[in-house]
């Protein structure tokens, strides 16, 4: 029995980095987001395959899962829609199994983005190597006549990729290719219910477009809940596994992650050893601020969604909160509500049409206002001392301790030693 055209090619894919020090081979890869969720999973295996079949060039159009290989478990999800097109999940490549930057540095790399157009501070080498983009967040991209840019904010990336192959190369989708793009569309756009917000006439356009193609894809509702009930079962995983399935992180002078987590706020805040466990994420992966945004949904498919505000350092959490509760762009209509945790606010979000891909901007406008103004912490160091500053070197007018040492308390020593503390954990 043949193989199926998605597996041979996946194979070649994977023969190809095994070997690729052996050989002179290019690589175009396409690779998603730092999340990769459903969508930019899809969008980085069936553009990649369909540039296999369209594109005549010696260099090798390669999909890459922008995860670890051992991270894919968070996403049962993922897990879920490969079980349903029969594709293994040992098929697939993973960002630790193909060093980009080796390649770069050997001028054999080019690089699709999907269902992101940035790339995050650690890859911003690789920009370098950028030759298109196809998303649907907000545009953040320079133009450049080196990069073609799709974007258009519609409800799924998988929309937008399959509108390129339907218009380009039609014939290339094949029962497999389709029911993992359908998937996506019918995931990201929560089983295309225009009161969760997401759906736009575009993914219903080509939702239909699929399902006219292929009638044998599975009933669109039928297919929503298996996906979704997987994506929502956090069942035996544990608070770092939690924040880690669904988080994207940007950075400027304070490092930042937002993590999606599929279980009521309440539900997160009972979690025992919380504060610590918190305290142990931020401090494994760098992050001076973790927000977490819960969404769950209704009977009919409402969502609700909860957001919570994390730091050990008063300022940075006060700072974000207020600018959150009064940000105009996307109005979160944030109502506090009670949080047993001393550095963790805690809100409803009023606004439950604000996912995380509309607060993602919010964010980075935060961030960009505290670099341009000036830091609080940067405030908080030019507080005055008790204790004379040390002299640059001994070529001036009088020595500061000409007139002995200062008098200092025990209890003034004691608050600078808290203050000092404060400005790093509060």
């Not at 009919?300 to 959150?324: K, M, T």
């Not at 109502?335 to 550095?343: A, E, G, M, N, V």
Request: negative net charge; aromatic residues 6%; glycine residues 4%.
């Amino acid at each position: 029995m043949d193989q199926p055209k998605m597996e041979e090619f996946l194979s070649s894919c994977r023969r190809a980095v095994q070997n690729w020090d052996q050989t002179a081979a290019h690589f175009h890869v396409v690779v998603g987001n730092e999340a990769c969720d459903t969508d930019s999973m899809v969008c980085s295996l069936v553009y990649a395959y369909f540039l296999s079949k369209t594109v005549r060039s010696d260099t090798l159009p390669v999909p890459l899962l922008n995860i670890c290989q051992s991270d894919l478990v968070l996403r049962p999800d993922n897990l879920a829609l490969l079980r349903l097109v029969n594709l293994s999940p040992d098929m697939l490549l993973f960002r630790d199994q193909l060093d980009l930057q080796v390649l770069l540095r050997a001028g054999r790399l080019q690089l699709t983005l999907v269902d992101h157009n940035v790339l995050p501070s650690c890859d911003h080498s690789l920009e370098e190597a950028v030759v298109e983009v196809i998303d649907h967040h907000l545009l953040e991209r320079e133009p450049s006549s080196t990069c073609s840019v799709t974007v258009e904010t519609v409800g799924s990336c998988a929309t937008l990729v399959t509108e390129r192959i339907l218009q380009e190369a039609p014939d290339v989708l094949d029962q497999q290719a389709a029911q993992l793009l359908y998937a996506a569309v019918v995931l990201d756009c929560v089983n295309m219910a225009p009161s969760a917000g997401k759906v736009t006439p575009k993914d219903s356009e080509f939702a239909a477009a699929l399902e006219s193609r292929f009638p044998d894809l599975p009933p669109r509702g039928a297919l929503f809940q298996t996906l979704n009930n997987a994506k929502f079962d956090v069942s035996g995983l544990n608070t770092e596994q939690m924040l880690m399935k669904d988080m994207k992180s940007v950075s400027g002078s304070l490092n930042l992650a937002v993590s999606v987590l599929y279980v009521t706020l309440e539900d997160f805040l009972q979690r025992a050893g919380l504060d610590a466990e918190l305290l142990d994420f931020c401090l494994k992966f760098g992050l001076d601020l973790l927000l977490m945004m819960t969404i769950s949904f209704t009977e009919r498919q409402e969502p609700i969604r909860e957001l919570a505000v994390y730091s050990h350092n008063a300022a940075w959490r006060d700072e974000a909160s207020q600018y959150l509760e009064q940000a105009h762009d996307q109005t979160l209509d944030l109502c506090p509500i009670s949080s047993p945790h001393l550095h963790l606010r805690a809100y409803r979000q009023g606004n439950s049409l604000v996912s995380r891909k509309k607060l993602l901007p919010l964010v980075k406008d935060f961030l960009k206002e505290w670099d341009e103004n000036g830091s609080l912490r940067d405030v908080a160091e030019e507080e005055e001392s008790a204790v004379p500053p040390t002299p640059m070197n001994s070529l001036v007018e009088g020595c500061p301790l000409d007139d002995g040492l200062p008098r200092i308390s025990t209890a003034d020593l004691e608050d600078k030693v808290s203050k000092m503390a404060d400005r790093r954990w509060k």
